[in-house]
């Protein structure tokens, strides 16, 4: 299959598959994925001149792929077995769900997997080391015992927040920089599924196995997915399903009333409970792989079981009921916080919505709730502490939720490489440095290597709001791809290197059809990329207040844009300081939703990291930093640097016109030229603010507007 | 006619007919009005039990209605007419286009007009006055010659900002605040007319002879009302022409390309003018008394002559061109200014912008272009100066333009009458106490008693943009309905004074319909509207500042929302001082744009009028003030009073409940909870910013958050 012309391949060309494509291949095993499996390796050889069979060992093969339930297996697959089990001490099947086993014996490359769904990642591994998974020397495929490659999170999903119907204030993606959806257009779906079969490649490439098809916020459309409008989410499932990829539904709570005509949503009302288990049968009866719902509850508008005097665990394990008996979840979100705040109350806290709503409810979700909780106390800002929700409840299931769509961090307009950010924040542990990681948190017991605290039962996996559209390059920026990229390999391999993310993305996207000098290429990419997020956080708010952004869209500076609104996280800036005291001693208390050490850390003014003191405390402007310089001269400093290196990264690129295809380069210097006005009018605004403000004219002299 | 049982019937309750629905009159003259006239009485007879007769004297009559160009006339209106002529020292038909004499003799009141317009004036003169009218003793109406009633404006005309198609931001009206379009319905016309019909009788009782019936933001659908969708354009016509009010309509200025299939719309360009002069004419064989055309060009993103090197006198004159054959004229707005402005540079000055494109061009549009102007230099603040345009274009047409829908005055939701705002406006003396005021240059040398400046051959009118949508109260806040009729007023006789105009209007509305005591209505109406501008003003942007609103809907405080954007106006504020240096001396030099005295007088730091301050002037805060006070606490004081002075109001209304309809006493009891939380925050918001950027805390040591 090749994609329409004029969409770009993202880290699927067709020349990705040279090496597989140019050799002799052995497909065994049954079921759809691995049909899957053998369909890839057969277009690649229709291109390339190789050659696979499936089933049957009928001559020589350079590589091997195969299900340990295939009979008989080939001789060398079944040693490389036999050697995995006998190091591991494992029994039969034990490569796991969706794992898979990589070795090279006798000049053969052998794939194995416990299930169809783990050949098909062994294929995208093999695919990833190109003509690597077959040299001689030097060996990235090891030569005795076997690479074991499982995913550390059972699901790794997207969720779209992608309208039915356009949105009058949000269009047809909500918070989406690339365009319409690719499932939905008008109103109505797309009837040509092309871009989803061409997506649903691409995810299953960097390991991504859910997708959520529509917006957390439900609009009466959209509503109707559920039911009358089901055979719309049937139809993507069909195209997904081959990739491994299960589609999950966002509902409204309310649905027993707006759809099903009951006086009542009541979470404890026997006939919703009837309705919901009715439904979703159906769902089932019609999509047998479901995934399960996605519910935004109580939160900016949307119905929740507040309206019954109910809490979120009720309204959770109603659906959760009605999802059982299919092994369906319904991943609740925790993103509840009042936006009717009253910004001149003091006490209250945005920061502390989450934990107060949901650590006490610990315990009381059914097994297959999964409590979706954003990374950050707040909503996806530049730079956020990790949000407390994640250490305060052990019992429950949690999923980990990023935005790979860059509302806050240049929509896709900016180069912001995201991995680094999200590597902090599942590097994160805590309990301090001898606890789990938040990595772990989401992993559950059965992955990770963290320790004894915070460990449900099952993790609740990683999820990503997609940053993908209808534009030609995927997410509007093309170097916005490698986001995408990063958050699958992230939730399969939380403790990679997002340096090392970025090679295997250059080398997938860029390598294969590379113009000139492919080191000059991938020097150019780190370059720009590598730093990227430290460089906007440099030109935007500083040293963790957030939310210095324009209201509504969100894009481009306001300083007080929500300083006096009802949606809270302020900055109180007056002409002394700057800062949310969130301490216990004087401010609201957030500090104390951590456990140790960091509920000490964060609460000291003196052991608090920098990047987060204005998030934490509130101080005047020449309180020196740990870092040597005062805080209004930080704001200065890196305003100014944060400029001159989006001006290099576009340097850069301009020098590397002739390594990347020319409309590609054409499209990244437009994008570039907009995030230097961008940063620039950062840059200007934020300083002139705080020197409005403080008084304090920069050290160094230059200007400021 | 009564209107449909939902609509409130405004100032035109059927009981305002009763005087006249209960006598005898006689309606004499020809014409399309003088039957509206005729139906006018005829239907208040059948609800009162009076009659009325038309063309024969059988008879004693109470009234009289008569065209002098009717023949015979009654005894008795040749003598008031004689008298008139002789002590007036005119000849024939001399009581002017649209107006009318009133008088009373032996018994009868006698109303003369030379047209039916006038007729028809007069016919509501008489409502107004209501028993008064035919009253022996006190008299309202002379005994021995005869009051005369002429428009000062020639053209008393209000602008629509209703687009046919839902504006996806804008919605079906822009700015507009008392829902949907009474002429337009999702991309359709309004079938029924019902409420247009009864809107033409509303507006022909309080004078208003023209209406632009579609935004002057012109989109697709909206552009093809001048040609495909003319017909729509047509029915609207109908409907107002009894009522003597012309159709005009807001025309895009790429008329020729988008509609026409031109290459260009290049003003010098024979075809493009040609093009206008077929489509013009294809628009009076369709509507005869077509008024004309009105245009926004080349602001804010509308396409102009700009585009082709031409200028504005280029772009009007080529479509009074096209309408000139047939009596119609270009109404083209002077609303010109850069949106992309850099805030940066304080030398840029959007208040400058109107004179600096206009003043130029004085002398250069040809007779039947209308340069209309906003009558303020920015954009319908609650406090601006006057534009001196006004006085920059003595051989120029020029309308002033009032902004009756409330966009930076409340929304209709805050009480807020504009008549004292107006007033000041229109009796401003450019030139100085002996020179002319606007409401002389707006009525031209045909009108006023203004001396011997900035007279052009004729005005060009005064212009409203409508509060009116298709709530059941006309203007959503069934107190604004006031600023419509004021704005008719005041167009008429631009002399009045306000609270007489408020009079007229609570006499009309209320009166027949009180259910109590009738004074203290009286009384409750003017405590609360009088001075409800002054009280807006109070609570919200201080000292002539302006802009600190919300972006976007304009609704609320937002006092930096403005103050980073291209959009210009800002009020600088630092932690030293605050407001907009425009002076010759130091600033923008804006104050150079105005004749003397004002050019001296806003120049000067001492002479500058308080409430405009910081629009000329950036000032410390502790500067003092005229009247005593320094600014800052200038600003805390007016912020508390203002909310004071709302809360007053709306326990005043509270009072009244038995005085009005029990659901419009609702309604507006909802709104000032709403306008008094709306106070509240402004007041919070503003005291807060120039606390924490001042520092000063406020003298009386009331709470500041």
Excluded at 108 to 117: C, H, S
């Amino acid at each position: 299959m090749t994609t329409p012309d004029p969409v770009h391949p993202a880290w699927l060309p067709p020349e990705a598959f040279r090496a597989i494509g140019s050799r002799r291949t052995l497909v065994l095993g049954d079921g759809l994925l691995a049909g899957t499996v053998h369909d890839e390796v057969a277009r690649a050889c229709a291109r390339y001149g190789g050659r696979v069979r499936r089933g049957a060992e009928d001559g020589p093969h350079d590589l091997v792929l195969a299900l340990t339930t295939a009979e008989p297996l080939p001789g060398l697959a079944e040693a490389v077995l036999a050697d995995f089990r006998r190091e591991a001490g494992l029994t039969e099947r034990a490569i796991g769900a969706e794992g898979y086993l990589v070795a090279r014996r006798g000049g053969v490359t052998v794939v194995l997997a416990d299930d169809p769904a783990g050949l098909l990642y062994g294929l995208f591994h093999v695919v990833r080391l190109g003509e690597r998974a077959f040299a001689a020397e030097p060996l990235l495929v090891p030569r005795r015992g076997a690479e074991h490659h499982r995913p550390a999170m059972r699901r790794r999903m997207l969720d779209h927040w992608d309208n039915v119907d356009v949105h009058p204030v949000m269009g047809q993606v909500e918070r989406g920089y690339a365009g319409g959806s690719i499932f939905w257009h008008d109103g109505a779906p797309r009837g040509d599924l092309t871009r989803v079969r061409s997506y649903a490649r691409l995810l299953a490439a960097c390991g991504v196995n859910a997708i959520s098809v529509n917006n957390v916020n439900v609009h009466a459309t959209e509503a109707r997915l559920l039911t009358d409008r089901l055979g719309d989410v049937a139809a993507i499932a069909d195209v997904l399903r081959p990739y491994g990829i299960r589609v999950h539904l966002s509902v409204g709570f309310a649905s027993p009333v707006v759809l099903g005509g009951l006086p009542t949503a009541d979470p404890l009302d026997e006939d919703v409970r009837t309705w919901w288990a009715c439904v979703t049968q159906r769902v089932y009866d019609t999509i047998p792989n479901f995934g399960g719902y996605v519910v935004k509850a109580d939160s900016e508008g949307q119905p929740g079981p507040f309206a019954y005097g109910r809490d979120h665990a009720d309204g959770a394990n109603l659906l959760a009921e009605a999802l059982e008996p299919f092994g369906g979840v319904v991943h609740w979100r925790a993103f509840v916080y009042n936006h009717r705040q009253d910004w001149r109350d003091r006490t209250t806290d945005r920061a502390r919505a989450a934990y107060d709503h949901f650590a006490p409810l610990d315990g009381r979700f059914r097994d297959n709730v999964i409590v979706q909780v954003k990374h950050g106390p707040i909503d996806f800002q530049v730079r956020e502490p990790v949000s407390p929700v994640i250490a305060a409840m052990p019992a429950t299931r949690l999923a980990v939720e990023l935005q790979v769509t860059q509302e806050y961090t240049g929509q896709q307009r900016h180069v912001c490489y995201l991995a680094p950010m999200w590597r902090e924040v599942l590097g994160f542990r805590p309990w301090g440095p001898d606890g789990a990681a938040v990595a772990d948190v989401a992993a559950g017991a059965a992955g990770g290597d963290g320790g004894p605290h915070g460990r449900a039962p099952d993790g609740g996996g990683l999820v990503g709001v997609s940053n993908v559209g209808d534009d030609p390059y995927w997410t509007g920026h093309p170097l916005a791809q490698a986001n995408l990229y990063a958050f699958g390999r992230l939730a399969w391999a939380p403790w990679t290197d997002p340096a090392a993310i970025l090679d295997e993305w250059i080398d997938l996207t860029f390598m294969p059809v590379a113009t000139g000098d492919a080191e000059r290429l991938r020097r150019t990419l780190h370059a720009i990329m590598d730093g990227s997020w430290r460089t906007y956080e440099r030109y935007t708010a500083p040293l963790g207040v957030g939310f210095m952004v324009r209201p509504g869209h969100h894009y481009g500076p306001d300083v007080d844009g929500y300083e006096y609104t009802p949606w809270g996280t302020y900055h109180f800036a007056d002409r002394d300081g700057v800062g949310v005291d969130r301490t216990r001693a004087t401010g609201t208390g957030f500090t104390g939703q951590y456990p140790p050490p960091w509920s000490e850390v964060y609460e000291s003014l003196d052991r608090c990291p920098d990047e987060l003191l204005l998030f934490f405390h509130h101080v005047p402007y020449g309180h020196v930093l740990r870092a040597g310089s005062t805080v209004i001269q930080h704001v200065y400093d890196t305003h100014f640097d944060g400029v001159e290196q989006v001006a290099e990264a576009r340097r850069r690129w301009e020098e590397a016109a002739g390594l990347f295809d020319p409309s590609l380069h054409a499209r990244v210097k437009d994008l570039l030229d907009e995030q230097v006005r961008c940063a620039v009018e950062w840059r200007d605004q934020i300083n002139a603010y705080f020197f409005r403000k403080s008084g304090v004219p920069d050290a160094r002299g230059r200007r400021i507007p």
